[in-house]
C-alpha cells in the first residue's frame, strides 16, 4: 500500500483519531491556561507595585503614608473619645460628670411612658404650616434659671445642681439660640419672659404669660417650652447624655408628652401628643443619635393651652451650654422644617 495516498477511515482506527483529538485539546486549553496566569501574575504585581511604591525609583519616591495619625474627621471627637472617662482625677468627696449615649436608639425604646396611657395608639400628625412676616411662634421657659455646667467640668459635689444666674449659661440662652435659628429659616418667633426663681407656680406663672402673649401676637399657632434635665446614675454620678456632632459635641434631647394622667383637665392631650410624636419622628430621622426617648408625662405641661404647646429637654445640667445651644440650633432647623407652609 502506497502511505503517501489518502487511507479511507475505517471503524478500527476512529478510537486513535479520537484519542489523539483529545491529546491536542488538552494541550491547546494547557497554552491557554498557561497565558491567563501568566496575565494575572503580571497584574498582582503591577497593582503591588503601586501600593507599595516598588517602582517609585521610575518615577520618584512616592507620597508619604501616615499610621493613625491623620487629623482628618467630620466631628472633632471620635466617638470612642467622647464616652471615654478617668476616675482617677475625681477629687475627694466628688462625683462625677459621665459623658454618655441615652439616644433612643441605643437605649433601644423610643417612650418613657410615667402613664397608664397606650401611646402607640396615638398616631402623628404632621405639623400645620407657618410663615411669613408675622410672629407664629412663642418660645418660653418656665424654668429659666435651669443652668448648664461649665464646658469641661467632670465632677460636682452631690446635691450641687446647676442653677445659673446669668443668661449666657442657662436655658435662655439655649431658648435664643432656637429662636435665631427659626429666624435664619423664616420663622418669626418671640421669647416670652418669665422671671421666676424656683419651680413653686412656675406652671401657673408661665401660663398667665403665654395667655397676655397669645392676645398680642394672634398669629401665633406654636408655644415652644424649652428646659434641661437632671440626670444621675445609680451611684449619685451627673449624666451628661451626648452625641458627635459636624460643628462639635451636642448635648441629647428629648421632647415631653403632656396628659391628664395627674387629674388635671386636659380632654384633647392626643392631639398634642400627635404633634410631638411627627416631630420626634423628623427630628430622629435628620439627627438620629440625638433624640432620647420621648417622655409621656403624667402632667399637662401648659400643654392644654389653644395652641400646639411642644416641650423640649435639652440636654442635663451635666451638659455644657456650647453643647446644648449646637443642639438647639439643629432643633430649630428640624422644626422649621416641619412647620415652614409649603
Known sequence: MNRNLPVPVRDETV???????????????????????????LACMVLCAGKFGLF?????????????????????ETTTDLYEFDYEKLSDGALAILPCDLSAWTVGKHYDNQTHYDIEAVSPQ????????????????????????????????DGSYVNSGTRESSV??????????????GIQAEYVELSVTSGRGSYAAAYEALEEALAEYPDVRYVVDIHRDI???????????????????????????????????????????????????????????????????????????PVTVLTAEIGTCGNSVE??????????????ASVTAK
Open 231 to 305: 440626670l444621675l446614675d445609680d451611684n449619685g454620678n451627673m449624666l451628661r447624655p451626648v452625641t458627635a456632632g459636624e460643628a462639635g459635641t451636642m448635648a441629647q434631647m428629648r421632647l415631653v408628652i403632656g396628659t391628664d394622667a395627674d387629674g388635671a383637665p386636659y380632654e384633647d392631650w392626643e392631639t398634642g401628643a400627635a404633634a410631638s410624636l411627627a416631630l420626634a419622628e423628623k427630628l430622629a430621622a435628620s439627627y438620629p443619635s440625638l433624640l432620647m426617648p420621648t417622655e409621656i408625662s403624667r402632667s399637662r405641661l401648659n400643654q392644654h393651652l
Open 126 to 157: 404632621p405639623l400645620e404650616g407657618v410663615g411669613g412676616d408675622t410672629v407664629t411662634v412663642l418660645v418660653i421657659n418656665t424654668h429659666p434659671y435651669e443652668g448648664y455646667s461649665a464646658a469641661e467640668a467632670y465632677e460636682y459635689i
Open 15 to 41: 478510537p486513535y483519531l479520537q484519542k489523539r483529538k483529545r491529546r491536542e485539546n488538552r494541550s491547546a486549553f494547557s497554552k491557554y491556561f498557561l497565558i491567563l496566569l501568566a496575565v494575572i501574575l
Open 56 to 76: 517609585s525609583f521610575l518615577g520618584g519616591a512616592g507620597d508619604e503614608t501616615t499610621t493613625g495619625d491623620s487629623t482628618e474627621t467630620t466631628t472633632g
Open 323 to 336: 453643647e446644648a445651644i449646637r443642639t438647639a440650633q439643629a432643633f430649630g432647623e428640624v422644626f422649621a
Open 172 to 185: 435662655v440662652a439655649v431658648a435664643e439660640a432656637f429662636i435665631e435659628s427659626l429666624a435664619n429659616r
